[in-house]
């Protein structure tokens, strides 16, 4: 026999939950941010852009409906321009005196009514673009929720066993999010902006080389100038989000124990680390906002520089006749739109480093290694009897580390086992391998004879009802949690339960009854009445075999000797494996299984182990003791 190391299986520490992605002060909005990125981003996005191939047709429709509605926005400035140079000539004419000269109101209001076309047309397209992309992106995310929900119903226990519940809803709901907010927002936005680039300069450069030239040297000093501060903001926004995740864990730790805080009057020392706390993350945020909010005045101020040689040459020109005024005021307007799609490409490269980071962690959650595979031919209990048999059954957690060995177990239908031993010994995994949320290494486990690698699970499982000491209900009314028993239970069924267990009379004094609403974790029932209704829930669910794990541990001495009676009336007729600690409970019990490190070091009726005077009568004379000596301080 090999020393068992632990009874659940070992916790492994959750990975980084999610890049941080903030607003922030700049023009690439948060270009000082940290940002998460993928481990492998080419083959995370491959991965990710297969599941756009059944949407091709709307992706090129996306991107004519982006092309065409940002061509049309580009051309209205030129456009305006000829407008100005038409109302500036007829100015310049009536100036000087010219007989009849005159402004061309006609062809501006033409001019007008191209634009007002164009900004419609523009428009148009626009929205066509978002329709068509938020379909493609919201039918994507709903796929690959579809398949992130069918994978966790397919991961077996050990998976939820060695991960936070925090990591998975992690992945399965923030980050299919961002996933779902870059989809629809951003690629779109990114297409629009490239367009948008490619069709300014080109714009420029048709009307003057000259001053596109002077616009594109004052761009990289402006981006010198943002990537230098990012760089010095970086620091501070790191240290603005680990003192954020201090302040954070301070709060929800003094939330959670404010009655144990107010209990020993720490009140005073709680608020003044608060009061610490968030000085140092004023201090980190002030300097991360300061630094990074430097970003934008200095690229105004070298874009102003810029307006200011363009409006310098441009006029010179003008006086030259080199070019008209229309077209200077035209590359104005497309000067001051040039950086624009630069900062929203800049700061979309970071959304989609986040995005791929996403994508990544819920590719890392659809490649683990599932269950294993239901039998083709799998075996129905259409009436099952209840033998339950171990056949030299051995299983570990931890590959090189032993924790159940050449397990023999034999309970016949009807049979009350009864598990004790001390913590660790193997108790919860000995049920847990039972009803295949882990499968074992060797050896077989029989159900009426059948291998229960032969059943389905949900079969398998369907034979079992159980009452853990660790209770489970669930947002819904009381009706509705003693119901999850069995499906199409009809009203007097479930009360029939409930009386069964005990919880009818407080049922009824409660100002709803059966329809009470409980509230998240059930905080408006004791722990007593929630034990309670658990018990009703497996009394109705009327299984072959029952699981309890000390069911009553959580219930006054009076309720737990009327429940000790409605579960002797439940077992009747049914095998049942009692997780016992306080061994009071199990005296009456077929067989006591004592375990120790994984294996079981003695077996028989309470009577025949006390009479062994082993490890099974130095537990019980423990326990005995303790409540003796318990008596006398009460006395």
């Known amino acids: 026999m090999s020393q068992v190391s632990q009874e659940r299986p070992p916790t492994q520490r959750p990975g980084q939950q999610g890049g941080f992605m903030g607003r922030g002060g700049g023009p690439f909005g948060a270009i000082g941010m940290p940002v998460q990125k993928a481990k492998d981003f080419k083959g995370t996005l ?34 305006l321009g000829l407008a100005t140079t038409k109302l500036f000539d007829g100015m310049i004419l009536k100036f000087r005196h010219v007989p009849g000269a005159a402004i061309d109101f006609t062809y501006i209001a033409h001019i007008l009514f191209i634009l007002a076309g164009l900004y419609v047309v523009s428009a148009s397209f626009t929205y066509l673009q978002q329709y068509i992309m938020a379909g493609v992106a919201q039918t994507t995310v709903y796929t690959l929720r579809r398949e992130v929900e069918d994978k966790l119903a397919r991961l077996p226990l050990k998976f939820y066993d060695g991960r936070s519940h925090g990591d998975i809803l992690s992945r399965a709901v923030n980050d299919m999010d961002n996933i779902s907010s870059t989809l629809q927002q ?52 790191r240290d603005q989000q680990r003192a954020l995740g201090i302040l954070n864990g301070h709060v929800e730790e003094m939330y959670i124990g404010h009655r144990i805080v107010k209990a020993f009057g720490r009140e005073r020392i709680s608020v003044a680390t608060f009061d610490g706390l968030n000085d140092t993350l004023y201090d980190a945020g002030w300097r991360a906002q300061f630094i990074s909010g430097i970003i934008m005045p200095l690229m105004n101020f070298i874009g102003n520089i810029g307006y200011v040689f363009v409006s310098v040459i441009g006029g010179i020109m003008v006086t030259k006749r080199a070019i008209e005024i229309g077209d200077v005021q035209a590359f104005i307007q497309y000067a001051r739109q040039f950086t624009m799609p630069i900062t929203q490409l800049a700061n979309i490269t970071n959304i989609i480093q986040s995005t791929m980071a996403s994508a990544e962690r819920i590719f890392e959650l659809l490649d683990e290694p599932e269950e294993v595979p239901e039998a083709a031919d799998a075996t129905v209990l259409a009436a099952p009897r209840g033998a339950v048999e171990f056949q030299h059954v051995s299983f570990r957690y931890v590959e090189d580390v032993p924790l159940i060995e050449d397990m023999n177990i034999s309970a016949s239908p009807g049979e009350t086992v009864a598990i004790v031993g001390p913590t660790g010994a193997g108790k919860t995994t000995l049920v847990n391998l039972l009803m295949r949320f882990y499968e074992i290494n060797g050896g077989k486990i029989l159900v009426d004879g059948v291998d229960i690698t032969d059943l389905r699970r949900d079969d398998l499982r369907r034979m079992f009802g159980m009452v853990l000491q660790d209770t489970w209900l669930f947002n819904g009314t009381i009706r509705e949690n003693i119901a999850y028993g069995r499906e199409g239970a009809s009203e007097l069924e479930i009360i029939q339960a409930a009386k069964a267990a005990h919880a009818d009379h407080f049922i009824r004094t409660l100002p709803e009854s059966y329809d009470t609403v409980l509230n998240q974790d059930a905080t408006n029932l004791s722990q007593g009445q929630k034990q309670l209704l658990t018990i009703a829930r497996a009394i109705l669910a009327n299984p072959a075999i029952l699981i309890l794990d000390e069911a009553t541990s959580s219930v006054d001495t009076r309720t737990e000797v009327l429940i000790q009676k409605a579960m002797s009336d439940l077992m009747r007729g049914r095998t049942s494996f009692v997780i016992a600690h306080r061994l009071s409970t199990i005296r009456d019990a077929k067989l006591i299984l004592v375990m120790n490190h994984g294996s079981i070091v003695e077996q028989g009726t309470h009577e025949e182990l006390l009479a062994q005077n082993g490890f099974y009568a130095d537990l019980y004379n423990s326990q005995f003791a303790g409540a003796a000596l318990s008596e006398e301080v009460a006395v």
Do not use: C, H
């Open 46 to 79: 491959l991965r990710l852009l297969r599941y756009f191939a059944p949407y091709k047709v709307n992706l090129i429709a996306v991107l004519v409906a982006a092309v065409i509605g940002t061509v049309f926005s580009i051309v209205s400035p030129k456009i």
């Open 186 to 237: 951003s690629l779109t936005q990114a297409i629009t902006s490239a367009v948008m680039l490619v069709g300014i300069v080109v714009m420029m450069l048709t009307i003057s080389p000259l001053l596109t030239l002077v616009v594109v040297i004052t761009f990289p000093l402006s981006m010198l100038v943002t990537v230098v501060i990012a760089k010095r903001s970086q620091t501070y926004f």
